[in-house]
């Protein structure tokens, strides 16, 4: 398969983790006889350095004609700390969102076996855990009117839905659903807010067409809450654009992590492939960020296309690096490994996987490792 890909590395350490990302793609087209071409292009805070502009159009331009989009991580604190910023690095991804329509965000959250004990999580609670939220990610409070007083001392921002934005990523829920346990939970604070109310209607209706599936719904303080708790309950999560925002991040401690979860920003036209994760200003350039997450993303990529012996290539690739300690400080304090070097071992056992490999201990102890 040939697929032009546009990179956007972003801020912090955003270069970093895509690179490892790119090299895991880079295996897969050696090993499975496919061509990825790669143009990348300034986005967030770094763009803003070099034009004024969060998202130039140039790279607009870029996404809008390549086959998905491999994104990094955006922002710096620069921008962070200062309240009066009027281009601030966020609004770049969220015309992004907005301009290639890409209305549906999916994070899997699933427990790594091999680590669950570096989650803050006792094991009872945790092992097995493997659910996807499907947020909505170009409506809601981002986008609305934002409006501040002249003096400066009264703010609002508006939260708005459409029938037809919520339905058209419950939809995409449901069949997820129909697909895994055939279970489907909202989240929404339908007892206060009108447009949740409205959620709870849509999805609702939406549901008499799929009897197969479980619908439930959760107010999202309770919801919270039951994260944490309980979350091997959950299968499909579907919410709004806020609330999947706050529940997603929460959701990454389960892991003991936030450097392990992916995301698929989804259109109809569009796609775009994301570590969860924050651009991490205090790690950049220093080869400790974990790069797990985004080279979950580029398997996240090829899965879209269909490429599920790909995919597959590299989740194992992933297990294996897990499995052998083969890990960024951020999964142990002791670890030696550094970004470069996990990316380095991931790609190539994409490229030579060999079940039966061999890892010399008495390196791995060293910080390096040697394939026998």
Same mark, same amino acid.
């Not at 129909?178 to 009108?194: G, Q």
């Given at each position: 398969?040939?697929?032009?890909?546009?990179?956007?590395?972003?801020?912090?350490?955003?270069?970093?983790?895509?690179?490892?990302?790119?090299?895991?793609?880079?295996?897969?087209?050696?090993?499975?006889?496919?061509?990825?071409?790669?143009?990348?292009?300034?986005?967030?805070?770094?763009?803003?350095?070099?034009?004024?502009?969060?998202?130039?159009?140039?790279?607009?331009?870029?996404?809008?004609?390549?086959?998905?989009?491999?994104?990094?991580?955006?922002?710096?604190?620069?921008?962070?700390?200062?309240?009066?910023?009027?281009?601030?690095?966020?609004?770049?991804?969220?015309?992004?969102?907005?301009?290639?329509?890409?209305?549906?965000?999916?994070?899997?959250?699933?427990?790594?076996?091999?680590?669950?004990?570096?989650?803050?999580?006792?094991?009872?609670?945790?092992?097995?855990?493997?659910?996807?939220?499907?947020? $909505?990610?170009?409506? *809601?409070? #981002?986008?609305?009117? =934002?409006?501040?007083?002249?003096?400066?001392?009264? @703010? +609002?921002? /508006?939260?708005?839905?459409?029938?037809?934005?919520?339905?058209?990523?419950?939809?995409?829920?449901?069949?997820?659903?129909?697909?895994?346990?055939?279970?489907?939970?909202?989240?929404?604070?339908?007892?206060?807010?009108?447009?949740?109310?409205?959620?709870?209607?849509?999805?609702?209706?939406?549901?008499?067409?799929?009897?197969?599936?479980?619908?439930?719904?959760?107010?999202?303080?309770?919801?919270?809450?039951?994260?944490?708790?309980?979350?091997?309950?959950?299968?499909?999560?579907?919410?709004?654009?806020?609330?999947?925002?706050?529940?997603?991040?929460?959701?990454?401690?389960?892991?003991?992590?936030?450097?392990?979860?992916?995301?698929?920003?989804?259109?109809?036209?569009?796609?775009?492939? $994301?570590?969860?994760? *924050?651009? #991490?200003?205090?790690? =950049?350039?220093?080869?400790?960020?974990?790069?797990? @997450? +985004?080279? /979950?993303?580029?398997?996240?990529?090829?899965?879209?296309?269909?490429?599920?012996?790909?995919?597959?290539?590299?989740?194992?690739?992933?297990?294996?690096?897990?499995?052998?300690?083969?890990?960024?400080?951020?999964?142990?304090?002791?670890?030696?490994?550094?970004?470069?070097?996990?990316?380095?071992?991931?790609?190539?056992?994409?490229?030579?996987?060999?079940?039966?490999?061999?890892?010399?201990?008495?390196?791995?102890?060293?910080?390096?490792?040697?394939?026998?």
């Amino acid at each position: 398969m040939n697929l032009n890909i546009a990179l956007l590395p972003g801020d912090g350490i955003g270069p970093e983790v895509l690179n490892q990302a790119v090299k895991c793609l880079q295996a897969v087209e050696e090993t499975f006889n496919h061509t990825f071409v790669y143009k990348e292009a300034p986005v967030g805070a770094i763009a803003i350095d070099k034009t004024g502009n969060p998202l130039p159009d140039k790279t607009l331009q870029l996404c809008k004609d390549a086959d998905a989009v491999l994104f990094g991580s955006i922002g710096d604190p620069k921008y962070d700390n200062d309240p009066k910023a009027k281009v601030r690095p966020e609004q770049g991804l969220l015309k992004l969102r907005k301009e290639l329509g890409l209305y549906t965000n999916v994070r899997p959250v699933k427990v790594f076996p091999t680590l669950i004990g570096k989650s803050p999580l006792k094991e009872e609670i945790i092992s097995g855990t493997d659910f996807t939220i499907y947020r $909505e990610l170009t409506g *809601g409070i #981002y986008f609305g009117e =934002k409006k501040l007083n002249e003096e400066g001392t009264i @703010a +609002s921002d /508006l939260c708005e839905y459409s029938e037809k934005e919520i339905s058209r990523i419950a939809h995409l829920a449901f069949k997820a659903a129909k697909n895994r346990r055939n279970k489907l939970t909202l989240v929404d604070k339908a007892n206060v807010l009108e447009s949740s109310r409205l959620w709870r209607k849509v999805v609702t209706k939406i549901g008499e067409s799929y009897p197969e599936v479980e619908l439930d719904f959760l107010f999202v303080d309770n919801a919270a809450m039951q994260v944490i708790l309980n979350p091997n309950q959950f299968d499909v999560v579907l919410t709004e654009n806020l609330f999947g925002d706050i529940i997603s991040d929460e959701a990454s401690v389960i892991g003991g992590s936030i450097g392990l979860l992916a995301s698929a920003s989804i259109g109809d036209e569009n796609a775009l492939f $994301e570590p969860i994760h *924050g651009s #991490y200003p205090q790690a =950049k350039g220093k080869d400790i960020a974990n790069p797990v @997450a +985004s080279i /979950l993303s580029a398997a996240m990529l090829l899965e879209h296309f269909q490429l599920f012996e790909e995919a597959m290539a590299i989740r194992e690739a992933v297990d294996k690096a897990l499995q052998k300690g083969i890990v960024t400080p951020d999964l142990d304090e002791k670890s030696n490994f550094g970004t470069n070097h996990v990316g380095d071992f991931i790609a190539d056992n994409i490229v030579d996987n060999d079940d039966d490999l061999n890892i010399n201990d008495e390196n791995i102890g060293l910080g390096k490792s040697t394939i026998i």
